[in-house]
């Protein structure tokens, strides 16, 4: 997204950037980077940075909860409640759009905590475009 001439999301994120596209916390992330799934770059500076390509790509391979494939600014993973702000409907709903595989959802397993689920934001965009006459 350009907006005024300002690209969004930028090429490289600090650790607070990736963790709102990821729908995580900080520590989320860096739990992320002790796994090996996301790699910090060195620009210089005094804060941590990660490339948006390795975030995304990171999205990209999650594995789908089901073999039903169930959803920047807006994060490239979104919680049941990020996906019913987007579709202005309720958490109830989304979790209905999902059991009926309109949805797919994404398991995230870190280490110590119990496994949650996200929607990728491109499975939510199709879905939508779905509905389009």
Do not use: Q
């Not at 600090?14 to 739990?31: D, M, P």
């Not at 993973?77 to 797919?104: F, K, P, Q």
């Amino acid at each position: 997204m350009n907006v005024y001439g300002i690209t969004w999301p930028p090429e490289l994120l600090t650790k607070e950037e990736a963790a709102r596209i990821l729908s995580t916390s900080v520590r989320g992330v860096a739990e992320l980077v002790a796994r090996g799934h996301l790699t910090r770059v060195d620009d210089g500076g005094k804060r941590t940075k990660f490339r948006l390509s390795d975030v995304r790509a990171y999205v990209r391979n999650l594995p789908p909860r089901s073999d039903v494939d169930p959803p920047v600014d807006p994060p490239e993973l979104l919680t049941r409640e990020g996906a019913a702000y987007m579709l202005s409907i309720s958490t109830r709903l989304v979790g209905d759009l999902i059991r009926a595989g309109h949805l797919r959802v994404v398991v995230i397993n870190l280490d110590g905590k119990p496994p949650t689920t996200r929607i990728r934001l491109v499975d939510l965009r199709a879905y939508v475009a779905a509905l389009a006459p």
